[in-house]
C-alpha cells in the first residue's frame, strides 16, 4: 500500500486525535530547546573550565532549530499561530534562514517529493562521490546558499518558481529585514568591542552544521523517485535524546504522509504505520556508514 491507503485506513476518530495541536506541548519543547542553548551559551560567555567543549553542543541546539522551523511551516508546534510565527521567525534568523521564503520552498517540496525538476530539495544533487560528501557534510555549501538566497531575494531578484508573485514582495522585505538585524547585530558588537556573539552564536553553527547535514541526508537520500511517502522518505530509527532535539522528525515517513501531524503526536501516528514502513534505518551511524561505503 502506499501513504494514502494507509492514512485511509485510519478511523476518524484517530485522524482526529492525531492531527489536534496543543500549545502546552510546544511550549514544554521549545522552553527546553531554548534553555539548553542559554545555559551553554552562559556557560561559555563565563568561561568555565574547558569551555570550548561547549562549543560543539551549543552548534548543535543551535542547528536542530532548523526542525523547529521546518515544523512551523506547517503550523503544527503550536495551536496559536502567533507562536509558530514567532517561532519561526526566531529559528530562521538564528539560522540565517528566511522563514517566509523557506515556507514556499519546503511546501513544495512536500508537494513533489523525490520528483526530479519539482522538487527544489534536489536543485542540489545528493552527494555520490567521497569527496563531494566531504564537501557536503562540511556546511560550506549551504552556508553559501543561504546567504545567497537572502541577498539575491534582499536586491527583489527572486525568481524561484514556487514563490507565488504575489508574496515575492514579502520576500524581498524580509530578506531586507533579517540584514539590517545582522547590520546592526555586528555594529553593536564592534562599537562595544564584544565577541560575545561570535562565541555564544556563529562560531558554534559552523560546528554543529556538519550533524545537521548528516542528519537531513538520512531523510531521502538513496531513497526511490516515486510519488509514494513511504518509499520517498526514510524514518530512522534513534534514541530518544536525538529525538528531542529533532522534534521528532526522525519519523519521517510518518511526517510526509501526513504532515497535519503535529511532532508530539508523530510517534502515536508511527504506532500506526511502522507495519507499513517500505524505507527505515537503525540509526544515523549506520545510515552514514552505508551511504559512505557505497560512494565512488
Known sequence: MDHKAV??????????????????????????????????????LARVPFWPLLLLPQGILLV??????????????FRTQWLNRAAGWLSGALLFLPPIWFRWFHLAHHRHTQIP??????????????????????GVPVWISHFRTLFRNAAGRCDDDYIPKARRDDITREARQF????????LGSLLAGNAALLWVWLIPLLLGQPFLRLYLLAEHGRCAFVTNM???????????????????????????SFPAVPFHQLPALHAHMAPHL????NGYGMFTATYVSDLR
Open 7 to 44: 492514512l485511509a485506513r485510519l478511523p476518524a476518530d484517530t485522524r482526529s486525535a492525531l492531527t489536534t495541536r496543543r500549545d502546552a506541548p510546544g511550549l514544554r519543547h521549545l522552553a527546553g530547546h531554548l534553555g539548553a542553548i542559554f545555559l551553554i551559551g552562559a556557560l561559555i
Open 230 to 256: 513511504l518509499e520517498n522518505t526514510r524514518t530512522t530509527f534513534t534514541n530518544r535524546l536525538i529525538r528531542w532535539l529533532a522534534w521528532n522528525m526522525p519519523y519521517h515517513a510518518e511526517h510526509h
Open 117 to 138: 525538476g519539482k522538487d527544489p530539495e534536489l536543485a542540489e544533487t545528493k552527494p555520490e562521490t567521497l569527496r563531494a560528501w566531504l564537501v557536503h557534510v562540511s
Open 64 to 77: 536542530f532549530l532548523f526542525t523547529l522551523l521546518h515544523e512551523t511551516v506547517h503550523d503544527t508546534p
Open 278 to 281: 517500505n524505507v527505515t534505518e
Open 179 to 186: 540584514l539590517t538585524l545582522y547590520a546592526v547585530a555586528l
